[in-house]
């Protein structure tokens, strides 16, 4: 009988355990749902107050989860069996409330569109004018320049997104200018966007030479200066030092420049002659007025004089509205009489903020940092106090910095800028800036020193000391709290007496200060919790292991050989940052005594793993020191070269997310999302041993192969269940794999049932993807992306059959694979319908034996795509060095309901390719934007409006904008077909012009009555002749980078309506 209870317990034990991880699952489901609703308030009049009472319950609902497994996790000895019982008991009761939240959630997300803020008209005006300024090929640089709180950076950002959208550069760059730049912080930021590598000790002028040689490789560049500051001085920032060519070496490099200083836009170094520039003034007090109204409601008739007040206080400041107008939703109209009286800027802002202390909280800090852009890490660090007090886990101060944010710019108060950054707008900032200084008795100190008084009642400093300013013996701080001291002078050193007078600082941010030894002082700061020292160089740090109250360590950048052994004392620490150190020695028996460690993050960091069974005394750390820390949940971009290190039996069943790479070659650094298990894995052992790895697999979400031994069919051999839970696979540089998937038949498994991407890159011997005839319904099923390169074994993509199971495909990219003759291949003389329902991007690159999209055995059409196969959303097409093709649509083609939706088409060097787009197709080109052919030289026409033996009027194209690109077409004779062709070809019979030599007619305006918006060439070879004569209707007809080109527009004022030519 007793056993039997026994069992019983160990049983509800079992239970009580799963029940908790579907519990923390189904948690972290919730936060990303209350993330996304979050972002949904904003100006959602009649959903708002529903909306905002879930945010509340969810809000509730997480802190007693997390309550819940934090008691778990700090009391799950066996002897706690009974409290782990009812603790399991409240997680059973939660559940059904959590499910319940998650599907109103749902139903808000999906709630129709709510009415985002409306850029005011004058701001489209500007933007358009200078959307002209940049295409004028005789403006080299334009200028922007405005106040704070106008919006100078939200119109750089429209500015890039337009550029992007109508392709108007090969390349941009968008420069951010903070405080105080730095030459070495700026060519990362250039070298960032534009893919450059720098090795390590690389020289600032090998870097800047590196940069310009990079930028001249594209035809045309726009680089973008946003100067967020405003109050820079042109001499400090140098874009030629930077590394952008001037523009009398590089035409093509154009230069957009916004600031709040008109000084530093005129005279900007590095930067051609600005041609062009605009001011953004202040919005209009009647326009201000009605997009405060258009955001918040009407107003009753004795509002109005509130209303005014309040418009007038806001001083023009986009952001400034759009906060107040957000705070305002939640607490109506009424809300607004109580700001009857002395209406400011700060007061404004202070009744946005009213309601919660943490958000206020955070956007202090922010400011009183004096950057505008910061690093969610930087927050992580500065959060610590006052906002995290109360939070016990690195994890929970994870979220709770993530539903902070997400609620700030939801008030429009700060913006993202880049993946894990944030920008506190302009004009909020200066506001917030002299609040937190009245408010939380903070200050920051650069040029002089305050008075007495006011160092003694700081709790938040900013020292960065610049000038002749030097650093005090001691700093008489006592109630300080938080410091962030940073160095530009390289003379400046920490005095050894400095923080005798500091001892209740919580917070440390040291910022390029070079400290071989640590001040003397350091060791009376024992109320410490966070320590960061960012790009220092560092000798011995032990004083630091004296700190046992912290919770946060950040080494960043920092220049550091050996971890000291003495670390083991921080027994609190959740949080430590290792990251860029290149770090060398870890002390064995070190880390696994980092009892608390939640966090551990290792980017170009500590790599020299001891390798298990190794005969020499161990030096460093070895990895299964790290399963001995049950409370760490998230490692980041762990590198061990020596697969040796890595025991067979490791496994980390703990993780919430890891980045980890096993194997030489990888990059140290992983750029994709950080939040997902990834494993990176390069073996030249054997892969059946590996029972850890194999553990992991089961659970990877994010999955990286390159040489792996004995692997040749990818689910078989690696016996990882079908990977249930993987996301995205990469597999390059193998030469055994010959399959990925192939099911087992007799009890076939759920094969990648969540794989969405899949990149397979250089499978020399690889044949197929998978054998779909045994796999089941949801093998592959949510597959939406394939990139296939230099995999030359394989002769064709998918089979009719496992077509029928990737409904969901968007994306498909096969390049440089030699022996592919087509994407889809019908067994026997099957020929049925082929549907791509979701495909929107398709790109076939290098494919010389590619005769056809959909084709049998022993078929000899080259013809890419026959009536059988339809694209319905594709709206991208990329075909570029297929060989073999002389049509892409078959004259026959229906096109009524496929490819309709096409809006970009690139040609390029398909030597036997003789048309474009036939008859049947030219018809249902509604949505085309621009057209690229190049180098096809076989190729007679682009749009064909009727068939050669027909006898019936041209079919007339429905164009509303487009824009052809034409070079390297020698037996270019037209454009279009059109009745009467053969005449007005021979008309201009004689001309003859190098790279389309053959051209006689661009466009015969016959076949285009409907009003075309704009038809823009860009042929830099073209030279001919433009006959518009019979033009019914308004045609704007513009040729870019044509020298050469005669334009015939005799009878252009014979229309119904105006023609322009530019």
């Not at 923390?24 to 959903?47: A, G, H, P, S």
């Not at 951010?176 to 912080?185: C, F, L, R, Y």
């Not at 026959?866 to 229906?894: A, G, R």
Request: glycine residues 6%; aromatic residues 8%.
């Amino acid at each position: 009988m007793k056993a039997a209870v026994v069992v019983h317990q160990l049983g509800n034990l079992i239970s009580n355990r799963s029940i908790l991880e579907k519990l923390k699952t189904d948690l972290e489901t919730l936060q990303d749902q209350r993330k996304k609703v979050q972002e949904n308030l904003i100006w959602e009049d009649e959903e708002f107050q529903t909306q905002s009472e879930w945010v509340k319950r969810v809000d509730k609902i997480l802190g007693q989860g997390d309550k819940l497994l934090n008691s778990y996790e700090g009391k799950s000895t066996c002897t706690n069996i009974l409290l782990r019982y009812k603790i399991g008991k409240q997680s059973r009761k939660m559940q059904p409330e959590i499910l319940a939240l998650i599907l109103e959630g749902d139903s808000h997300v999906s709630a129709k569109t709510r009415k985002h803020y409306e850029r005011p008209a004058s701001r489209d005006e500007t933007i358009g004018d200078i959307m002209e300024a940049l295409k004028n090929p005789d403006i080299q640089a334009v200028g922007v320049w405005g106040l704070g709180g106008l919006g100078t950076t939200s119109l750089a950002e429209n500015i890039r997104k337009k550029a992007k959208e109508q392709k108007l550069f090969d390349a941009m760059v968008f420069i951010t200018v903070t405080d105080k730049p730095n030459q070495e912080q700026v060519q990362n930021a250039i070298a960032d966007e534009l893919g450059v590598q720098f090795t390590n000790g690389e020289s600032l002028v090998k870097r800047r030479n590196k940069l310009r040689q990079r930028i001249k490789k594209e035809q045309s560049t726009l680089i973008i200066v946003d100067d967020t500051w405003g109050e820079l001085n042109p001499e400090e920032f140098d874009l030629e030092e930077f590394g952008v060519p001037p523009g009398n070496e590089h035409e093509g490099c154009k230069v957009l420049v916004t600031s709040g200083n008109l000084n530093f836009i005129q005279y900007l170094k590095g930067a051609s002659k600005l041609n062009k520039v605009f001011q953004l003034e202040e919005l209009q007090k009647e326009e201000a007025r009605m997009l405060f109204e258009k955001m918040v409601g009407s107003f009753d008739e004795d509002q109005s004089f509130i209303v005014e007040e309040i418009v007038r206080s806001c001083e023009g400041s986009i952001s400034l509205i759009y906060a107040l107008a957000k705070a305002l939703e939640n607490k109506g109209i009424d809300a607004l009489m109580q700001l009857k009286e002395n209406i400011s800027p700060a007061k404004l802002l202070s009744y946005c903020l009213e309601e919660n202390e943490e958000h206020k909280a955070l956007l202090y800090l922010l400011t009183i940092r004096e950057r505008r852009f910061i690093n969610s890490y930087s927050i992580y660090i500065d959060m610590w106090t006052g906002v995290f007090k109360n939070l016990e886990t690195a994890d929970s101060a994870r979220k709770k910095r993530e539903s902070l944010i997400s609620d700030l710019k939801a008030y429009g108060l700060v913006v993202e800028n880049g993946k894990d950054w944030v920008k506190v707008d302009d004009y909020i900032y200066q506001t917030a800036y002299r609040m937190a200084q009245h408010d939380r008795r903070a200050s920051v100190i650069s040029r002089e020193w305050p008075p007495e008084e006011l160092l003694t009642d700081l709790h938040f400093c900013n020292l960065h000391p610049v000038g002749d300013l030097k650093l005090r013996a001691t700093l008489q701080c006592p109630n300080l709290k938080h410091l962030l001291i940073s160095r530009e002078n390289s003379t400046i050193d920490v005095p050894n007496s400095f923080f005798e007078e500091t001892k209740l600082l919580k917070v440390l941010d040291f910022v390029s200060f070079h400290c071989p030894n640590l001040p003397h002082s350091f060791v009376v700061l024992k109320d410490l919790e966070a320590l960061s020292m960012y790009k220092c160089v560092l000798g011995d740090i032990t004083e630091v292991c004296e700190l046992t109250n912290l919770r946060m360590l950040g080494l960043l950048g920092s220049s550091i050989q050996q971890l000291p052994a003495q670390i083991v004392k921080l027994q609190k620490l959740l949080f430590l940052d290792l990251r860029d150190t290149n770090l060398k020695v870890i002390p064995p028996n070190v880390l696994s005594k980092l009892a608390s460690l939640e966090e551990l993050y290792l980017r170009n960091s500590f790599c020299n793993w001891e390798i298990e069974m190794s005969t020499s005394e161990n030096k460093n750390a070895s990895m299964k020191e790290l399963t001995d820390l049950e409370h760490l949940a998230y490692i980041e971009d762990m590198y061990v070269p020596d697969p040796r290190a890595w025991p067979v039996d490791l496994f980390f069943g703990n993780l919430r997310s890891y980045t980890i790479f096993i194997g030489e070659g990888w990059d140290r650094a992983h750029y994709g999302d950080h939040e997902l298990k990834t494993l990176k894995l390069k073996l030249n052992r054997r892969f059946q041993s590996e029972n850890g790895i194999k553990k992991m697999l089961k659970e990877v979400q994010v999955l990286y192969l390159d040489t792996m031994n004995g692997v040749q069919n990818v689910v078989n051999d690696m016996e990882c269940d079908g990977f249930p839970q993987l996301q995205s696979l990469f597999i390059q540089h193998n030469a055994e794999v010959k399959c990925i998937a192939t099911g087992s038949g007799i009890d076939p498994l759920d094969t990648f049932p969540n794989l969405e991407s899949l990149s397979l890159t250089i499978l020399s011997n690889l044949e197929y993807i998978c054998h779909a005839g045994s796999l089941t319904d949801k093998s592959f099923f949510k597959l939406r992306v394939i990139k296939i390169e230099k995999c030359n074994a394989m002769r064709c993509l998918f089979s009719v059959s496992m077509i029928e199971g990737i409904p969901h495909i968007a994306t498909l990219e096969v390049s440089q694979c030699i022996s592919i003759k087509a994407i889809v291949l019908f067994e026997g003389a099957e020929n049925r319908p082929i549907e791509f329902p979701e495909l929107c991007s398709l790109t076939l690159q290098g494919l010389p034996a590619l005769i056809s999209f959909c084709s049998s055995e022993g078929s000899s059409s080259a013809t890419l795509f026959h009536d059988k196969v339809s694209c319905p959303k594709l709206e991208t097409m990329v075909i570029s060095e297929v060989s073999e093709l002389t049509t892409i649509w078959n004259e026959e083609y229906d096109a009524e309901n496929s490819f309709g939706k096409l809006k970009n088409v690139i040609i390029k060097d398909c030597e036997k390719l003789r048309t474009v787009f036939p008859v049947n197709l030219s018809k249902n080109l509604d949505n085309l934007k621009t057209l690229e052919v190049r180098n096809c030289r076989l190729m007679t026409s682009i749009f064909t409006v009727m068939r050669q033996d027909s006898t019936k009027p041209g079919l007339q194209l429905s164009i509303p904008m487009i824009e052809i690109t034409l070079t390297g077409l020698p037996k270019l004779e037209y454009v279009c077909v059109t009745t009467g062709f053969e005449a007005l070809k021979k008309k201009f019979e004689e001309e003859w012009y190098a790279g389309l030599p053959g051209l006689s007619v661009v466009v015969f305006i016959s076949v285009l009555p409907q009003a075309i918006g704009l038809l823009r060439f860009r042929a830099a070879d073209l030279g001919t002749t433009i006959d518009c004569t019979t033009a019914s209707e308004a045609l704007a007809l513009e040729l870019c980078w044509c020298p050469r080109c005669r334009i015939s527009a005799h009878a252009l004022g014979l229309g119904t309506r105006s023609h322009s030519l530019r």
